[in-house]
């Protein structure tokens, strides 16, 4: 049973950064994959980063690349979303995700309901 958890979200001012953290169980790394997902309220899930547990692989949806990088911990079974230059239609509910390592392809299309286990989310908010 995988269990994920997420921190880091909170309120802040547009081109300002914040650091999200996905914190799995212990070694959720050697059978899944991991995933960021993002919901404004009224739209569907999105995809928008992912990084592959079999070759370290990313994934970045086109609109964040550039300004959002997703990075692991292995020893701390944690996955990290870095967003730098933030912006107002970044806010949303940020989820992490797992899916099983022979999926790598669905995560890269952001494709929600394959995933298999999601944490509860950590909303963001960025001001004008």
């Known amino acids: 049973q995988v269990q994920l958890v997420e921190s880091g979200g909170g309120l802040v001012e547009s081109g300002g950064s914040l650091r999200l953290s996905c914190t799995a169980s212990a070694n959720t790394f050697d059978s899944y994959h991991i995933g960021w997902f993002r919901q404004v309220l009224g739209k569907e899930r999105e995809g928008i980063s992912c990084i592959s547990s079999s070759d370290g692989n990313t994934y970045y949806k086109p609109s964040v690349k550039g300004r959002f990088t997703i990075s692991r911990d292995v020893a701390k079974n944690t996955v990290y979303l870095q967003m730098n230059g933030l912006k107002p239609e970044d806010t949303a509910v940020y989820y992490c995700?797992?899916?099983?390592?022979?999926?790598?392809?669905?995560?890269?299309?952001?494709?929600?309901?394959?995933?298999?286990?999601w944490g509860k989310g950590t909303l963001v908010t960025v001001s004008s």
């Open positions: 995700a797992a899916i099983v390592l022979k999926l790598w392809t669905l995560c890269l299309h952001g494709q929600g309901p394959a995933m298999d286990y």
